[in-house]
């Protein structure tokens, strides 16, 4: 049996959703050009509520869509299965401000792989990163601009995390398997 | 979602849950070929190989574009020009191919079995673009794909298959495909095309056109195989149009929102009719546009490791 530690309880991931969305709103002025996309899958819900918090600090829609970087990935033919999952992005974001949401960010290879999908749907202004977990152990050049929690891990350690909308309890833990 | 295998041999071997891995994938690179970049980076490096030791433009053309898509690189080889004529085996000339490093064989052959035969030694992947009369899984595959894309779902639907059954690598494929989804399956011809022996698969076999696309929510149209009838299974043409061939009057007698689909080429006056051919419930080019992304989806799923998801798909 793994020992699970809470390292973030419901009421602690909203106040740091809240935080996330207000420094978000607090480095972009131009809210009207702000795109939240999450990477499939653990980034998309929690872009979704990032966005609807953004939605009431900046009082309109921010438009929010899903991102699949599984053909951008460098991995396929190691140890991986794709799992491919829908991408729907509803604006052109050419000249936008793209917000990457993802749950844990661990080697920086998604994100790599995100920034390549991305690139290839137009050429936003900037594109900024958001994550809860900020885990360590990177293997690119990459850094998140918001980031909910930062926790120094082992390798062999998991952070898991299951939202509400994923039938789970909103609560981020770490696994010592 | 699952999907482990190196190779697409036919479709009787696969699960109905990979076969809608493949489907979902495919909408994934459907989206993908609508874009201005219509071009992925997920197969860079790797090399595709389009062995086609039988005749075919539009599923060479179809896999080759679905390579390039992919940032793979392709090359075809046909049997006409290759070193088959000068009496090298199939197998020498597939391991030719891999000494070259081949990271995924394309075959298609006028044998039944050749994928199979050349999965067994070879270490590329190898994908099935029709072995004679057996299978043809790919057309399978995009014809579920164009069906579960205009009914929103597969099971419960009265699929009817109408032609040359027993030459066509398509109706097996189809069948297997179609059935496995939950889709009931009906066959129609003339009877020395369509033998009662079918029912053995699982689905209706009928000789009478009226009864086969009365209630059909999907007719699919099969083009005669003149090439692979070695004698006369029917007196004519003629008499097969009059008989089996869809025309404007036999068309209004589906249901309103009957698809009408056809592996291509179609024979126009022949199997089917212009104005049905054309009109707004067929989805002939539509087959060939998800043909496309369902190609795509099959060479992209066999590239991928082999590990279990959970090493495979970290999150970060």
């Given amino acids: 049996m793994p020992e699970r530690l809470i390292i973030m309880n419901p009421a602690a991931l909203q106040r740091t959703l809240s935080r996330m969305a207000h420094e978000i709103a607090e480095k972009n002025d131009a809210s009207n050009d702000i795109i939240v996309v999450g990477v499939q899958r653990g980034g998309v819900h929690l872009a979704s509520r990032l966005a609807t918090q953004l939605e009431q600090i900046c009082g309109h829609p921010i438009p929010t869509g899903t991102l699949d970087v599984n053909f951008y990935r460098d991995d396929l033919d190691t140890n991986y299965t794709p799992n491919v999952q829908p991408t729907q992005i509803p604006a052109d974001i050419t000249g936008k401000v793209v917000v990457l949401v993802d749950d844990v960010l661990f080697s920086g290879r998604t994100t790599r792989a995100a920034m390549d999908a991305l690139k290839d749907l137009g050429r936003p202004r900037r594109i900024q990163l958001a994550v809860l977990v900020d885990r360590g152990h990177r293997e690119l050049p990459i850094k998140a601009d918001f980031v909910g929690k930062s926790i120094p891990t082992a390798r062999a350690e998991n952070v898991d995390l299951k939202l509400k909308e994923d039938q789970g309890d909103d609560t981020v833990y770490l696994e010592r398997i | ?316």
């Fill in chain 2, 1 to 316: 979602m699952s999907w482990n295998k190196p190779h697409l041999l036919d479709i009787e071997s696969l699960t109905a849950d990979e076969i809608t891995t493949v489907l979902d994938t495919a909408t994934a690179f459907k989206a993908v070929g609508e874009r201005a970049i219509k071009k992925v980076p997920a197969l860079r490096g790797k090399t595709v190989v389009n062995f086609f030791v039988e005749p075919s433009t539009r599923t060479r053309i179809s896999f080759e574009l679905a390579a390039q898509r992919l940032s793979a690189d392709v090359i075809n080889f046909s049997a006409e020009a290759s070193s088959l004529k000068k009496g090298e085996t199939l197998k020498d000339t597939a391991r030719n191919l891999e000494a070259l490093n081949a990271d995924i064989i394309i075959i298609r052959h006028s044998a039944t079995g050749a994928p199979h035969f050349l999965s067994r030694f070879l270490k590329s992947s190898v994908v099935n673009a029709g072995d004679g009369a057996h299978e043809h899984p790919t057309q399978a595959l995009l014809d579920t794909f164009t069906i579960r894309e205009k009914k929103g779902k597969v099971a419960g639907l009265n699929v009817t298959i109408l032609g040359d059954i027993l030459y066509s690598r398509v109706a097996r494929s189809n069948i297997w495909s179609l059935l496995k989804l939950g889709a009931n399956v009906t066959l129609c011809g003339p009877s020395t095309l369509v033998p009662k022996v079918f029912e053995k698969m699982g689905c209706k076999v009928t000789w009478n056109l009226e009864e086969a696309i009365r209630d059909a929510d999907v007719v699919n149209l099969l083009r005669i195989q003149h090439e692979r009838q070695r004698k006369a299974m029917f007196p004519n043409i003629g008499e097969y149009t009059s008989l089996f061939g869809i025309n404007k009057t036999r068309f209004k007698n589906m249901k309103p929102d009957v698809l009408i689909m056809h592996p291509g080429p179609i024979n126009r006056g022949v199997e089917i009719d212009s104005q049905v051919a054309d009109c707004d419930q067929s989805v002939i080019l539509q087959q060939v546009t998800n043909g496309l992304a369902v190609r795509m989806a099959v060479l992209f799923l066999v590239s991928g490791g082999k590990g279990p998801q959970e090493v495979a798909a970290p999150t970060a």
